[in-house]
């Protein structure tokens, strides 16, 4: 072991990279232009004509009516926030222009600004004359995200151990339906919570199985999985648990519940610590996920085996058994966020109620580059992205709620073909082991 | 920037040394590999996991249960009559429907109506299989085919042309839509070395939401003066003519499907480009030191695999859907076709027989869900046990007791269950 901390060490210390291959990588800048063409376009070409003169203000609600803190809201005006935002946002892209052409990365900071100053561009614009509530769209964004979060950090572990999962859908839908079934049967949401676990643990069972022992294509068996879980799933709801509802299909739910202190705090107060047992549960996830990968020994040997399964077993770690547990724990964790579904969201089992959930946090685990944090961030993004939808749409916006819905996987595929930033799989991530 | 040192995300990234043959190869290897008897088992052995499921959610069976070891006879009785009940109904509604008194033509008629499930399926199939013959993983199939059934559908619709011309232009709009919307697979797998499986998962979702949206605006595909999100109907011009006359749904899409199949087969095992598809699919690496381009090769493959599977989108709006059209018309067939495409092993008329097969799956599930209260997801479930079957050929080897074949496996485990041995 003594061996592991010094190589971690390495490229730490080493100088940064740039030095060496110095490419003038043009897609931030490129992507900067776009976004700022875009706002133009939107903000004063199209602008606003359904909107009846003067210059229309967009109100901010920054405060719910029982919080103990009130905060006053925040009134933009169109005019000046567009104009404010658009020449900010142009002001960044000649800025990555000069660091592309100095060679120089665009920093991640960066990036951020300019994406919060579309943002606020963009809801100004796209709410004008109307009031949004921020808590809402925020802690709704963060509700609608939870599943997705659960999936990514399933679908992180699973990759970093060497395999890929693309039965998140499945491990999802299958917690669900099992989170319905033992929450009503026991009449506890956190038994329902265990076999959903339980469940998504049962999916990845048959991935492992397939994919390690009988070195099945991992991406073959997972879009099978998908399709047998719908199948399964769909069959039972409809044969079981509809002629007997009461009995299989009327769990109690996950109730709110709202943190002491923490939940007072202003504006963050109310998004964070006003959820279910879930979404706490989440956070603990997350931290678990990241300081497991990264800090513990744990950790070191799955990236390990993920990375390079024969060098990893030349010093003695067991990769079908590593990969094997650890692609059981990711259905567990996903399969922990399908019980969202029944037992925070609706209520009840439907068929197909994830309705491509797991996809997304598919998505998400790539964007984020296989890495829990970035994976959570990403899902965050989606998730807020949707509900910005349905947030808009009751509003009223000029944009149509499908181009809205489509933005995630506009997304995706942007991040996949490289404009975000060079994306790199776990090396071993998709090939069985076989030991010579 | 560099494309080649790129790693593509995802799974089968073929970048591994040239000594070993990449991920995709071995895939080929596995779809290729068994035989056809480890596909008749397949089926047999899912056919079998249907059963299970029937006996166990049926309600006699329940209710005999309970006395199950005072009386067992009747518990076994109740079992054989719910299977023999449900695979009856599916073979009255698949093939022949011997029940009938109406005479000839009316029991065939289920044969029929297979054959017609059939022919979108053949169509989708062929083009994940001719994907996965060159390596790609096409689940692009529902994108694919909500673009060519909007194209065929909005000329259909909305041109009016003479008889045969307005035809054949909304067939070509729609094979040329899924071919777009495959191609742009295909060329950004090229270019930038973006994953086929997220890339296309991701146009489904954005193709869906593109055609809903389509489907909602007015003097785009919209119905004039509707409110409903759905197509006005398929002019009389444009509509597939039935084969057999009026009283059969089988129309002229299952010789276009017969026709494409035959293209598939001369493309691949005729053709210079085909040499190249398979030569790329065995061994990219090998196939770009002879000189083949792979990267011309992925968008060439991916822009006729879209084509076919466009195909299907189009038959479903042409021949099925001609009242009008809404986002769901792809009825689940993109992702069907994968399943297709395993069963026939990526071979074209394998691909034709197994899109049959599930044909009659389909044809027989509703008969099964209207006469015994069956539900039709039964036939998902048996459709992917018979995958993961044919995908695990040494679990079925295991499970019927046959020899292996002088391979690289052995297998003493008899059952997945035994994880024992897997984690030793």
Redesign the interface.
């Known amino acids: 072991m003594s061996t592991a901390p010094a190589t971690a060490a390495a490229p730490a210390g080493a100088p940064p990279a740039p030095a060496t291959i110095a ?1 003038r ?1 043009w897609k931030a800048p490129i992507a900067f232009a776009v976004f700022t063409v875009i706002s133009i376009v939107l903000f004063f070409l199209v602008g606003r004509p359904d909107l009846a003169g003067g210059n229309p203000t967009t109100t901010y609600r920054l405060t719910e009516a029982r919080d103990a803190i009130q905060l006053p809201p925040l009134a933009l005006g169109l005019a000046e926030t567009t104009i404010v935002v658009t020449i900010l946002m142009a002001a960044a892209t000649v800025g990555a222009v000069l660091l592309a052409r100095a060679a120089i990365r665009v920093p991640v900071w960066l990036t951020t600004i300019f994406a919060a100053l579309f943002l606020v561009g963009f809801l100004t614009w796209a709410a004008a004359g109307a009031t949004v509530p921020m808590i809402g769209l925020l802690a709704g964004a963060l509700t609608v995200s939870t599943p997705l979060i659960f999936g990514s950090l399933g679908g992180v572990i699973s990759e970093r151990v060497g395999v ?1 999962n ?1 039965a998140i859908e499945g491990q999802l839908l299958g917690g669900a339906f099992m989170a319905a079934m033992v929450g009503t049967l026991t009449g506890s949401p956190y038994a329902g919570l265990l076999g959903a676990m339980v469940a998504g643990a049962l999916v990845s ?2 991935l ?3 994919a ?10 997972g ?3 998908n ?2 879980v ?3 799933t ?3 709801y ?3 648990m509809v002629p007997n509802a009461d009995t299989f299909n009327s769990p109690e739910k996950f109730q709110r519940i709202a943190l002491p202190l923490l939940s007072e705090i202003p504006i963050i107060g109310p998004i964070l610590f006003r959820q279910t047992v879930i979404v706490y549960l989440m956070y603990v996830a997350i931290v678990l996920v990241w300081f497991g990968l990264f800090k513990t020994r744990w950790g070191l040997r799955l990236r390990a085996v993920g990375e390079h399964p024969t060098a990893a077993d030349t010093v003695g770690i ?1 990769v ?2 590593t990969r ?2 650890n692609v059981l724990l990711a259905g567990a964790i996903v399969g922990g966020g399908g019980a969202f579904f029944t037992l925070a969201a609706v209520g009840s089992f439907g ?1 197909d109620m994830t309705n ?1 959930a797991g ?1 997304i946090a ?2 998400a685990v ?1 964007f984020g580059r296989w890495d829990p944090i970035r994976a959570t961030l990403a899902a965050l993004l989606f998730g807020f992205a949707t509900n910005l939808q349905s947030t808009l749409s009751i509003v009223g916006s000029p944009v ?1 709620s ?2 809205m ?2 933005l995630p ?2 997304v ?2 942007v991040a ?3 404009f975000v930033g ?4 776990p ?1 071993a ?3 069985p082991y ?1 030991k010579a | ?1 560099s494309d080649t040192t ?8 073929p970048q591994t040394s040239p000594a070993n043959p990449p ?1 995709s190869n ?2 080929l290897k ?1 779809i290729l590999g068994g035989s056809a008897a480890i596909s008749v088992l397949a089926v047999v052995l899912a056919l079998v996991v249907g059963g299970v ?1 029937v006996i166990l ?1 049926d309600e006699r069976v329940a209710e005999t249960a309970g006395y199950f070891f005072a009386r067992p006879a009747d518990a076994l009785g109740a079992a054989w009559q719910a299977v023999s009940g449900a695979y009856s109904a599916l073979f009255r509604g698949s093939v022949f429907n011997y029940a009938t008194d109406r005479g000839f033509a009316i029991a065939i008629r289920p044969l029929l109506e297979t054959l017609a499930f059939a022919t979108p399926l053949i169509a989708a199939g062929l083009g994940v299989a001719l994907a996965f013959r060159v390596g790609l ?1 096409n ?1 692009g199939g529902r994108g694919q085919m909500l673009i060519a059934a909007s194209a065929a559908g909005y000329v259909g619709a909305y041109v009016p042309l003479p008889p045969v011309l307005h035809l054949v232009v909304a067939l070509v709009a729609g094979v040329i839509g899924g071919a777009l919307w495959g191609g742009l697979v295909g060329l ?1 797998k090229a ?5 086929e ?3 296309t ?3 489904n ?2 193709a869906f ?2 055609v ?2 389509l489907l909602r605006t007015p003097g785009a595909l919209q119905a004039p003066g509707q409110n409903n999100p759905k197509s006005g109907p398929i002019l009389d011009s444009a509509v597939y003519p039935t084969l057999l006359g009026p009283q059969y749904t089988l129309d002229i899409g299952f010789i276009l499907v017969i026709v494409a199949t035959i293209y598939v087969w001369y493309l691949l095992n005729r053709s210079a480009m085909g040499f190249q598809f398979r030569a790329v699919g065995e061994n990219p690496h090998a196939a770009q030191v002879a000189g083949i381009d792979v990267k011309a090769v992925y968008v060439k493959v991916m822009l006729i695999a879209g084509a076919l599977v466009g195909l299907a989108g189009v038959q479903q709006v042409l021949g099925t859907f001609t009242g009008g059209f809404a986002a769901g018309l792809d009825a689940g067939i993109g ?1 069907d076709a ?2 297709v495409a ?1 069963l026939g092993r990526s071979k074209p008329w394998g691909v034709f027989f197994a899109g049959i097969l599930f044909g009659a799956l389909k044809a027989g599930s509703f008969t099964m869900q209207s006469a015994e209260g ?2 039709v ?9 018979i ?2 079957f044919i ?2 050929p ?2 079925v080897r295991a499970i019927f007791r046959l020899p292996t074949p002088d391979g ?2 052995q ?1 003493r485990m008899p059952v ?1 269950a035994r ?1 024992a ?4």
């Open positions: 490419v990588s890929v693309i069972f048959v492992a199985a397939f390690i022992k009988y070195v099945v294509d991992q991406v073959i068996v879009v099978v999985l399709v047998l719908l199948g399964l769909s069959f039972l409809s044969t079981v067991d079908r058994a094997f547990w068929k491509g996809f598919l998505a790539i149509p499908e181009f819905l489509m996987y506009v995706t595929i996949v073909a490289g060079l994306s790199r799989a090396a991530s998709g090939k076989l | 920037m790129q790693t593509t995300p995802g799974a089968p990234a991920r071995q895939m596995e499921l959610t993983f689940i950004l270019r930038t070395g973006a994953h499986v997220i890339v998962i991701m146009l979702y954005i939401y593109l809903s949206f992702f994968i399943t395993l069956i539900p997801d039964i036939v998902l479930v048996v459709q992917s046990f995958v993961l995908a695990a040494p679990l690289g496996f297998w997945i994880k041995e897997v984690t030793k």
